[in-house]
């Protein structure tokens, strides 16, 4: 079955705790990107990546790593967590094909204490 | 830049009504655009999108979207809503020169009523 999959669906942590959240596609899609969804504000872009070592800021990248060593994987680093991060975050992928539709994991809710 | 409103952050509807949930965009050159939907605790689903061609756009679920080139609009409807049809559904734009990053709307609620 096509999917991508975010790993862990929910997790609380603390203020400075250094934490990653996994996704995994098995699509063989070059691109992927990640989003934090907050209420009133909808989907806003972290970081994405194009292919294999090539990543790039999305909109609001600020606390925020990400790393592309396989094409299959890509996850979201948060190097020391602020509760201003506690959000609903989702890995997307798509083919890197103009106009293609994208494919979202089922989201990892953080909450940042 | 490209950019997406959704004006509306809620839609209610009976059981059995039409519904349309509106979508309007800004993007340089020719649009790529598309209809997502979230269900409770799980990701966007992707339903339907428009590149080129019909400007009727038919998708999962029984959903269509009718694209308007000069209302830059793209509206979500169905003919006969369905209570689980109850979600909160996405418009997002692309730019048909070649970027993948597309832009979402900050979506609407659709709560349709028995």
């Known amino acids: 079955e096509a999917q991508v999959t975010q790993n862990p669906r929910y997790l609380i942590t603390v203020t400075g705790k250094k934490l990653t959240v996994t996704c995994s596609q098995n699509?063989?899609?070059?691109?992927m990107s990640w989003y934090r969804q907050d209420p009133g504000l909808g989907l806003r872009q972290i970081y994405y990546s194009m292919n294999v070592e090539v990543t790039d800021k999305g909109d609001v990248p600020e606390g925020y790593k990400v790393s592309r060593k396989e094409k299959r994987n890509f996850p979201l680093i948060l190097e020391s967590p602020s509760p201003n991060q506690t959000s609903l975050y989702f890995c997307?992928?798509?083919?890197?094909?103009?106009?293609?539709?994208?494919?979202f994991g089922q989201g990892t809710r953080l909450t940042v204490v | 830049a490209q950019s997406v409103a959704q004006p509306e952050d809620q839609v209610n509807v009976a059981e059995g009504n039409p519904l349309t949930v509106k979508c309007t965009y800004s993007?340089?050159?020719?649009?790529?655009l598309f209809w997502y939907v979230q269900y409770p605790n799980r990701g966007l689903q992707f339903l339907l999108k428009?590149?080129?061609?019909?400007?009727l756009v038919k998708g999962s679920y029984g959903f269509e979207a009718e694209f308007n080139k000069s209302q830059t609009s793209f509206h979500l409807k169905k003919p006969s809503a369905l209570v689980s049809d109850s979600a909160l559904y996405f418009c997002?734009?692309?730019?048909?020169?070649?970027?993948?990053?597309?832009?979402f709307g900050r979506g609407t609620s659709l709560i349709v009523h028995p």
């Open positions: 993007v340089s050159g020719n649009p790529y």
């Open positions: 997307a992928s798509s083919l890197r094909l103009s106009g293609t539709e994208a494919f």
């Open positions: 428009y590149i080129t061609g019909d400007n």
């Open positions: 699509m063989n899609h070059e691109y």
């Open positions: 997002a734009v692309l730019p048909s020169g070649g970027s993948y990053i597309p832009t």
